[in-house]
């Protein structure tokens, strides 16, 4: 019996770790994670973006842009614009740094570290707002779709991308419903997506689901005035 409840205790303490690592990756573990993140989120980022008009001339800010591959895909649309991606782990900062290491050295591409809850820039400044997997980790999330909004310019759109969310039928999504007490993760239905972006202030707000593999995006716009 002694055994057993040290077993679930690691098992505990393991799975509390492997959670921290996708809120905030470090160390080894962390560089793993983002690695694997790269290549895991690639078709799902792919499915989001072809939603959204993304023209050569964007100015692009990818918050919580993990090792780079989302800002990397950015980069290739705006092509005479300018690309941002921020991330609060180093870890990830300097992954996607290495990731894009030509594009920055051609000034296309800026990597920083911060928080979606003070985004280090300034108001209206971003045609685009990307956010792949990572808005139900945030600390505040109605203040991150505030302060999007601020750096956003008059008419400029933000795109949420998730492959879970709750209420959705696809096995993985109800898997990660399931353990989301546990794991912290915030998980939202598609009209809470909605009210989130409505409450912040934004217009035309669409949600858009793919219900086979329970992935969603939330594309709020701007007000111009």
């Known amino acids: 019996m002694q055994g057993s409840k040290n077993q679930n205790f690691r098992t505990q ?24 993140m790269n290549s895991r989120h690639s078709k799902l980022t792919d499915w989001g973006l072809s939603h959204v008009p993304i023209r ?9 842009c993990g090792g780079g591959r989302t800002v990397s895909k950015l980069a290739a ?45 300034n108001d209206a400044m971003f045609d685009l707002v990307t956010a792949v997997e990572t808005h139900f980790w945030w600390p505040d999330l109605p203040l991150g779709v505030r302060e999007i909004r601020r750096v956003l310019k008059p008419g400029g759109i933000v795109i ?23 794991s912290g993760i915030k998980l939202l239905t598609v009209n809470e997506h909605r009210d989130l972006l409505m409450n912040a202030g934004y217009e035309e707000s669409q949600i858009i689901e793919n219900s086979g593999k329970g992935w969603i995006c939330a594309i709020g716009k701007k007000p111009l005035a």
């Open 77 to 121: 649309f705006a092509s005479e614009g300018k690309v941002y991606g921020i991330d609060y782990s180093d870890v990830s900062v300097a992954m996607a740094k290495k990731l894009n290491a030509r594009a920055i050295d051609q000034r296309r591409v800026e990597i920083r570290a911060g928080s979606v809850s003070e985004l280090p820039f």
């Open 160 to 182: 949420i991308i998730a492959e879970a969310y709750k209420g959705a039928t696809a096995k993985m999504a109800r898997l990660v419903e399931h353990y989301a007490p546990r």
């Open 56 to 64: 050569a001339g964007d100015i692009i800010l990818d918050v919580g």
């Open 13 to 36: 303490v393991t799975n509390l770790k492997r959670v921290h690592q996708c809120q905030k990756p470090s160390g080894w573990l962390g560089r793993f994670l983002v690695w694997n």
